[in-house]
Nanobody, 114 residues
Framework: QVQLVESGGGLVQAGGSLRLSCAASGRILRLNAMGWYRQAPGKQRELVALISTIGTNYADSVKGRFTISRDNAKNTVYLQMNSLEPEDTAVYFC?????????WGQGTQVTVSS
């Protein structure tokens, strides 16, 4: 059983920074990708950043501002978010995929005030 627990969300002013963490437990394989997604009210969940053995991928809207990283020893993935904008307000979710099954965390709220 895989469990993902996100933390680090909160309220921040535009231009500020936050660092999200996702601690994974259970059968976690370093070869499998992990990612951050977000869902704003009334919108579909969207990919923010992905990290795998190949490298990293980012949504165009966050390139240059967000950085995803992974500590395999701690089974933790991070999302450093800088220069936050009100449009970044959403619930941020961590995802881990293994053998065709997607595992999601409960999400952490990020609110950026203008």
């Amino acid at each position: 059983q895989v469990q993902l627990v996100e933390s680090g969300g909160g309220l921040v002013q535009a231009g500020g920074s936050l660092r999200l963490s996702c601690a994974a437990s259970g059968r976690i394989l370093r070869l499998n990708a992990m990612g951050w997604y977000r869902q704003a009210p009334g919108k579909q969940r969207e990919l923010v950043a992905l990290i795998s053995t190949i490298g990293t991928n980012y949504a165009d809207s966050v390139k240059g501002r967000f950085t995803i990283s992974r500590d395999n020893a701690k089974n933790t993935v991070y999302l450093q978010m800088n220069s936050l904008e009100p449009e970044d307000t959403a619930v941020y979710f961590c995802k881990y995929s293994d053998l065709g099954t997607d595992y999601w965390g409960q999400g952490t709220q990020v609110t950026v005030s203008s």
